[in-house]
């Protein structure tokens, strides 16, 4: 049986991150940004594809685009530890950042 482990940020971390990464005007921007998605009207026809298209959206505010990059780091930092340490791994993570964990996991490793 394998353990579960998680690959995210602590909530320390996410609070530090957090912290360095959102100020005042990203929360109003991003406040403002999710009340004009809420009424814009998606063309994507799987949720695969609605996801980069929300993701694609709120990314416009550079505080959680930063933030969020800075998850996705620590997730594939995780990955990359266990895997050096031989273990088998079964990774679940939010689709949001599946492809952009995928390819940084696949790039690195075929380096």
Known sequence: MCPLVGLDMDDEHYNEAYRRSVGTMALVRHSLRKNRVARKVFTSSSAEEFVDEWKR?????KG????DMLRQDEVVRNIRRLMGEGRRLAVVCELEMYSDVLSSIAGKSSE
């Open 64 to 67: 959680f685009r930063v933030l």
């Open 57 to 61: 959206e709120m990314w416009k505010v």
